[in-house]
């Protein structure tokens, strides 16, 4: 066996803190627990948390350890420069961090050899994939919560969690059932792709029309009337957050949905919302970066949607100053007429050539996004595979022990969508007891980690339906409601039947498997910008080009109405009689002006 590690001195967190705020460096939540696991890290066995820490991965899927060619990959697009940003600032404050403690010394009880590159890298992955935010004491803090930290995500889970004083645990809510034996999801929270990939390393692949490329304005604190702007932008231009992946299935049922159980003014309010929200998606506002704060527009931009808050926001900045009062008295009465022709070319003029210098920094398609993007898919499902048959061996092994996760002696109820209170239709599905077991392997959509379930009890006011509580506290193995509790040593047996369930690893190596899966990410996020991206510029071109028309139109009519005038002065001018063309002339310039 390889020699222990040497025993590291114990790390005085409170003089590693104060060294750095001396040094005047912003110090943020995630810098300090990352120091913490590194320097727990190399405990080796003589750590508190040794298991927990032995079973954390080596190698993460965060921009913060992608290698110079899965970067290029994901140049040109919107993670590919949101990945630039989170790794400069990263080695930005490695710098930092390392001068500190090197001049801290042993009062810091933090080796400078410990805190390498490559060890901040893996901490901030850690901490920014596996950490939880927890109220405590009312105090949100980010923890390190074993077993929590390996459930895997669901956009539409109505699962919640949080700490509980009295039995100093984490306790899971579930408020859907779920079948006996699956896989239990959590909700990460209404994270798109772009953050789903930064803070937990994968992708969701989903419908083209919920995919988003996401646009930013920074406004420089020098443009006249900022305030002003501001306020009028706040009033008019309506963004909207994201919404929930639940409350948009919810929509779409209603919306396209078999049946008329729904009235029709119903149905037709969910296809309006359906086809509209898209629209206004995004925020306005002050942004809070390190030193201060930067006025912000941020847009998501869908496939073949025009984004309405995004244009009126470009018709307020690009408004003069002295016009601004009139400019809001149109908008509250019309608040998508614009002012004037010119302006509004010149406002899509401007985003099209923005957009167009994007899609540009996407490239060409290559001939293996394709089959990049194929892979993806097969990935994904392979995971599920394998976490189907890593829960049915728990099961099995559970079964073995007297302790199976069971459905309820009740006759099946009805319940309604995912999260829904209302009892009152939906299809006929039987709810489970949680019992103790849970999933082991598959993690993060590739086969990567394990999962648990818990102890649960029937929410008596739906039937024994709807709850199943898991617990998981102090690394403890989780519980059943059975008669026959699930004792750590069962619990650990039916974990290791999980886990020995997964398929044969793959001959190639942990490091060679997450390169491959970076390329694929990157290959179907580049595809999707560049669609969204290309149909954008086109919507946005043919609308100029429109403009153009009635501009030219109207520029013809005012002509033909000036020379009827004048042929009609001088006609009046010898004595004919000239003077109905020039005011015919005069009425089609008036239609003109109308028209434009």
């Not at 985003?351 to 394709?370: C, N, V």
Request: with cysteine; aromatic share 6%.
């Amino acid at each position: 066996p390889p020699p222990p590690p040497p025993k590291q001195p114990p790390m005085q967190i409170d003089a590693v803190v104060t060294a750095l705020r001396n040094a005047k460096f912003e110090l943020v939540e995630d810098d300090v627990l990352s120091l913490m696991l590194i320097h727990e890290r190399a405990k080796g066995a003589g750590s508190k948390w040794a298991a927990h820490m032995a079973a954390l991965p080596t190698v993460v899927d965060s921009p913060f350890m992608y290698t110079e060619e899965e970067m290029k990959a994901f140049e040109g697009s919107n993670f590919g420069r949101l990945a630039e940003r989170v790794r400069a600032q990263a080695a930005t404050d490695y710098t930092a961090i390392a001068a500190v403690l090197a001049s801290a010394g042993a009062r810091a009880g933090f080796p400078p050899a410990l805190f390498t590159p490559e060890a901040y890298r893996w901490g901030l992955a850690l901490v920014w994939s596996r950490f939880v935010s927890l109220r405590v004491k009312r105090q949100s803090v980010k923890y390190m919560v074993p077993y929590f930290d390996m459930f895997n995500h669901a956009p539409t889970a109505a699962v919640h969690h949080a700490y509980d004083a009295k039995t100093d645990a984490v306790v899971l809510t579930s408020e859907q059932p779920w079948d006996a034996g699956s896989q239990v999801c959590i909700n990460y929270g209404e994270l798109s792709n772009i953050s789903l990939l930064k803070l937990h390393g994968f992708v969701q692949q989903q419908e083209a029309n919920l995919e988003h490329f996401r646009t930013e304005i920074s406004i420089p604190a020098t443009l006249a009337g900022l305030e002003a702007r501001m306020r009028m932008i706040e009033k008019h231009a309506g963004f909207a957050p994201m919404p929930g992946a639940v409350m948009l299935g919810k929509v779409a049922a209603l919306a396209f949905g078999e049946g008329d159980d729904e009235p029709a003014e119903m149905r037709e309010t969910a296809r309006k919302y359906w086809t509209t929200w898209r629209a206004f998606v995004g925020s306005s506002g002050a942004v809070p970066v390190r030193g201060g704060s930067v006025m912000q527009i941020t847009a998501e931009l869908f496939k073949d949607v025009p984004h309405t808050a995004l244009l009126r926001t470009l018709r307020i900045l690009h408004c003069d100053a002295a016009q601004l009062p009139e400019l809001d008295a149109a908008m509250r009465r019309k608040p998508d007429e614009g002012t004037d022709i010119e302006t509004e070319v010149a406002v899509l003029q401007q985003l099209s050539r923005a957009l167009i210098e994007q899609t540009k920094g996407l490239g060409d398609k290559r001939p293996e996004d394709a089959t990049r993007v194929a892979e993806l898919a097969a990935v994904t499902a392979a995971g599920e595979a394998a976490m189907a048959a890593a829960t049915a061996a728990i099961q099995a092994s559970l079964t073995a022990a007297g302790c199976a996760v069971a459905a309820p002696e009740v006759a099946p109820v009805e319940h309604g969508a995912v999260g829904d209170d209302d009892e009152d239709g939906g299809e006929e599905v039987p709810s489970i007891v949680a019992g103790g077991g849970g999933g082991g392997g598959g993690g993060k959509r590739k086969g990567g980690k394990g999962g648990k379930g818990g102890k649960g009890k029937g929410d008596k006011k739906k039937g024994g339906a709807g709850k199943a509580t898991a617990e998981a506290a102090g690394g403890a193995a989780a519980t059943a409601a059975s008669t026959v509790p699930v004792t750590p040593p069962i619990a650990a047996a039916a974990l290791a039947a999980g886990f020995a369930a997964l398929p044969p690893a793959p001959a190639t190596s942990p490091a060679d498997a997450s390169h491959a899966y970076r390329l694929q990410c990157a290959a179907y996020v580049r595809a999707n910008d560049k669609a969204i991206l290309e149909s954008q510029i086109r919507w946005m071109l043919t609308d100029i080009q429109e403009l153009r028309g009635i501009a030219e139109a109207h520029n013809a009519a005012n002509a033909e109405a000036a020379g009827g005038e004048e042929g009609g002065a001088a006609a009046a001018a010898s004595g004919g009689g000239g003077g109905s063309s020039g005011s015919e002339g005069a009425a089609a310039g008036g239609a003109g002006g109308a028209s434009a």
